[in-house]
DNA sequence: GACCAAATACCATGAACATGGTATGGGTGG
DNA sequence: CCACCCATACCATGTTCATGGTATTTGGTC
């Protein structure tokens, strides 16, 4: 990292806080403002045109959403790093970002960014966010866990044989084929598959599927 | 928050930086420290006795890790907020603990952890997140985007007739059944299906219902 | 602990019967 | 032209019933 200069985009509307981050970045050493951009357009031109290390971006800008900047960075730049300082803190915001790529969110009401501290966490693949911003982060991922937990199915359990037979009617095998492909009878494989239908609560094959596919028991 | 002092329990097996934890929070007047733990088996006995607003806890314990009082808390203290701090930043430590209902986790290694704006933070309904850690999630939320967003197949069309056909033969309709509830003739409903056959490149109906899933086109 | 019988679960088979799949026709309306 | 509808008929396939073999587990006795 202390090997050469970090290039970096800047954006930000609003001119007076725009110059004072800029002036920040300019005055450390290790780092090289490539682009001071007021809107959207600037900064894909700047995306477009330089080698980037790191975008900083604030989201609502007058022709359009950071967001947009942080895909394109994505897409031209793959390796390069991307944070966002806004005032939005609701989920849409938050969420879309991190999906387009960013790795860090602060807040601009944050008393005094330190704004060298985050860039320096944010190139060491650390990711700096504001507190109330990573609360949303937290929600997210817990209500996840919680509603993919809170599905307790008890799927009833198939030998192996029958797990064999239900894919095999999955992909429209007929009796014959499946009882060749598994070495038995072509008479063997119907009572495997009655004995599906019992576990499945199905009457053939197409509600067994039906009813795998649902219960997971079969990955698509 | 300033009626009245915060509840909190403190664990941490590490007695010297349990001490200091300790002090600093006691030397703040807006806590006051119901227990100070070393192990699981305290930290369960002061969740079960008395009431408490924080836990902050370390996650290797001895006896256990310290998810597990975090589970026992949100049982038992559903309005309680948890905050870890601990020396893991591993992908399964930071999410179990986030699933369990951390709000807050710090890094150890952080220089000089600022715990009494750990603590403001978290109780305000903000997470304290050390930016290492912050990492862990912005990944996974990312990752879960990137993943169900690539999916891009052109599934073929089926009219609405076909549709209401494939979701009959889901369920397990017979022919007449199928006839029946559309209030079209015996006849006419294989040649439907013999349509949906073509388009979704089956040969019968299990195979259609397997490929109707998989392609997204019934709802399981 | 060693032994054996009963119970259980899984896998297998053949024959009789019901259903589904396919190939023919053709007809209506947008 | 396409979506939808109806009809007849043949044959392959799916479904059910009745039955037996094998391995593992259970529980009791010596």
Redesign the interface.
Known sequence: MATRPLKIILTEDDDPIRERLASIVGAWSGAELCASCSNLEETFAAIENREIDLLITDLRLPDGSGIEAIRALAGKHPNAEAMVISVLADERSV?DA??A????YLLKDADSIDLIDAIK??MA????????I??V??R???D???ES?AEEIDRPTLTTRETDILWG????F?YGELADKLAISRQTVPVHIRNIYRKLQ?????????EA??LGL?K?
């Open positions: 969420l991190i999906e790529g960013a790795s860090g966490d944010v693949g650390r990711s700096p966010i504001s507190s109330r990573a609360r982060l937290v997210r991922l817990s996840r866990k919680a937990g009617i999955a992909k429209g007929t199905a009457s053939n094959r197409s509600e067994a599927v039906f596919a649902r079969i698509l």
